[in-house]
């Protein structure tokens, strides 16, 4: 029989081979342990550094939650802005509008501290206003106008005139609280201007008051309290505003307005 030196080497290669996989496992194991072990230093000693990333993101996410809240509330807000500015919008618009017609109806429209100092007659007129008075109701005027004997003061041409009528009503009211306008009325023309007064009623709107009394030798009637339509392009015909004995009386036509002041 042929001897084969071989046999026994391959009989050992093949009982390493068995030990191969062992080794490489125990290898692998071993090498996992380390980084195990390593990792954890490793966490250890920058326990501090851990600490403050981890704390640094708390604070960055607290802080992205907060912002987030703010921008939320913020277009909320904006939202509701946007919706308010529209409405101030929208009721500009339908002010503008009002204003405009009521200047093509009524004319000027004065508001403030400055008041005419003289009046659609040329004459100076001083005229007093009490921040405190309110906007009457129609019977509050009446009343007001039935106990105010302005209206009972005679006419006098070149000295007491009707806008010294509508400057004394217009102060007595504004002593009483009531609001008042002084108006001065223009006509076709050579006709002279005319000085009346305005109340803003609550109850029933804007009430044209023409107080001026009667010129010597009148004596009827004895109530000059009158109510009279006032718009650009009519004619100026004022009522008694209190029936003389149940009848409304009529007074003169001064003719067809052409432009009116207001002045609050």
Known sequence: MTHNPFKKNRRLFSNNRL?????????????????????????????????????????????????????????????????????VQAQLVSAQ????????????????????????????????GNPAATDPTF????????????????????????????????????????????????????SPGHALNAFMTTDKGLIFIDCTGLEEPQTEPVNNDKIVTVKIGIDYQPVGLFPVNGQTVTYADLGTITDVQVDW
């Not at 071993?30 to 966490?43: E, H, N, R």
């Not at 302005?150 to 004394?168: E, I, L, S």
């Open 19 to 87: 030990l191969l996989p062992f080794v490489i496992l125990s290898i692998l194991s071993l090498s996992l342990l380390f980084v195990d072990v390593f990792a954890v230093y490793a966490l250890r000693s920058n326990s501090g550094a851990m600490s403050t990333i981890f704390d640094y993101e708390t604070w960055a996410n607290n802080r992205f939650s907060s912002e987030l809240t703010r921008f939320t509330a913020a277009s909320s807000q904006s939202s509701s802005l946007q919706t308010q500015l529209d409405s």
């Open 97 to 128: 509008s009002e204003i405009k017609l009521y200047q093509t109806t009524y004319g000027q429209v004065e508001s403030g501290d400055v008041h005419p100092t003289i009046g659609p007659d040329g004459q100076p007129i001083t005229l007093v």
């Open 139 to 190: 019977a509050q005027l009446e009343s007001f106008l039935l106990s105010d004997k302005t209206d009972q003061n005679t006419y006098v041409p070149g000295a007491y005139v009707c806008a010294d009528f509508a400057r004394d009503v217009y102060n007595n009211a504004e002593k009483a609280g009531i609001r008042a306008a002084f108006v001065g009325i223009e006509f076709t023309g050579n």
